[in-house]
């Protein structure tokens, strides 16, 4: 079975940088798959942040390009979520996602793997 862990979340102040990571477990080795990351608040729904394809080419919502990286290491089957700076908004749980093949996706229908999350709590 594949499976998606989030760690990296807590208590953090407004201004401050957060690397979020998520490791994937039970994939075929040599496997080709593409990530997202979302997030889901109360009141917002879950939110598309970015998302990293097959080739390593990534893209991103605009409401958060400039804060939001998303990166991976194949060899570690981890992706990583940076955020600087942390504004109190950025305040959700996290999901990471993996989709088998090369293309990436900012929708969550089109992914086939989900974690559980990890919250994020950014103080004024």
């Known amino acids: 079975d594949v499976h998606l862990v989030e760690s990296g979340g807590g208590s953090v102040q407004a201004g401050g940088r957060l690397r979020l990571s998520c490791v994937v477990s039970g994939m075929t080795t040599g496997t080709t798959y593409s990530m997202g990351w979302f997030r889901q608040s109360p009141g917002k729904g879950r939110e598309a942040l970015a998302t990293i394809d097959g080739w390593g080419d990534s893209a991103y919502v605009a409401s958060v390009k400039g804060r939001f990286t998303i990166s991976r290491d194949n060899a570690a089957n981890t992706l990583y979520l940076e955020v600087n700076p942390l504004r109190p908004e950025d305040t959700a749980m996290y999901y990471c996602?993996?989709?088998?093949?090369?293309?990436?996706?900012?929708?969550?229908?089109?992914?086939?793997?989900w974690g559980r999350g990890t919250q994020v709590t950014v103080s004024p």
């Open positions: 996602a993996a989709r088998t093949g090369w293309n990436g996706y900012l929708d969550a229908d089109d992914y086939n793997y």
